[in-house]
């Protein structure tokens, strides 16, 4: 069975200051990973997602994520965060045969003035 | 090209009585997943839905039921309601293959008394 472990529940950082969201996952199988973004009493959006290819993946509005199969890691990171990207953050695993997804639990970004 | 959409926006209900959420798929897809996401957890895969039937069911039980119709959106069922029932579900539509986005929509808002 997959599963996604997100490390941090909340994660306090100041603006303009770096940023890195920890997530581990486990799979027997090839997987598909994703991060999420859910805005206050919004849906989700995807931020960015590792299909193949080169392990390092960019979102259009400066996140990053790489994949470390051997680590079992897809953390996401920002070197500048703005006060727009607080959010909850989610990491996510896809079993490609079901096409279903299983997410973290979450992580709140709180931006610090 | 419209996005997903879902109606109602927030419901309220009581224990016993039995809800139908609804789901528009975004144009051109095929495949609608349904997500439970209680308060302050990731969204959980309740099922999906592809040309009309199950497609992958998560770990909920018989109460939680679907439909997806000819033109791809879907209906969310929950019978018999209980108090943790309470959550934001969640519809997804996607492209059936094994690689495809899923897009999500703004969500329901259930709470049940």
């Known amino acids: 069975a997959q599963s996604v472990t997100q490390l941090d529940s909340q994660v306090p950082v100041f603006e303009e200051a770096p940023v890195e969201l920890r997530c581990n996952y486990s799979?027997?199988?090839?997987?598909?990973l994703f991060w999420y973004v859910q805005y206050p009493n919004q849906g989700l959006q995807l931020l960015l997602k590792?299909?193949?290819?080169?392990?390092l993946v960019e979102s259009i509005n400066g996140f990053e994520a790489e994949f470390n199969k051997s680590q079992t890691s897809f953390h996401l990171r920002k070197p500048s965060v703005h006060i727009s990207d607080t959010a909850e953050y989610f990491c996510?695993?896809?079993?490609?045969?079901?096409?279903?997804?299983?997410f973290g639990k979450g992580t709140r970004l709180h931006i610090l003035p | 090209e419209t996005g997903v959409t879902q109606s109602p926006t927030h419901l309220i209900k009581t224990r016993g009585q039995q809800v139908t959420l609804r789901c528009s798929s975004q144009?051109?897809?095929?495949?609608v997943s349904w997500y439970q996401q209680a308060l302050g957890q990731g969204p959980q895969f309740i099922f999906q839905y592809y040309r009309e039937e199950e497609n992958g069911r998560g770990n909920f039980p018989p109460r939680f039921s679907g439909l997806q119709f000819p033109n791809y959106s879907s209906e969310l069922n929950v019978n018999a309601l209980e108090l943790d029932d309470s959550a934001l579900y969640l519809c997804a539509s996607s492209l059936r293959d094994s690689v495809s986005e899923q897009f999500f929509g703004p969500g329901t808002r259930l709470t049940v008394l």
């Open positions: 799979s027997s199988v090839s997987v598909y």
């Open positions: 996510a695993v896809s079993d490609a045969k079901y096409d279903k997804i299983i």
């Open positions: 590792y299909l193949s290819g080169s392990t």
């Open positions: 144009s051109g897809h095929n495949t």
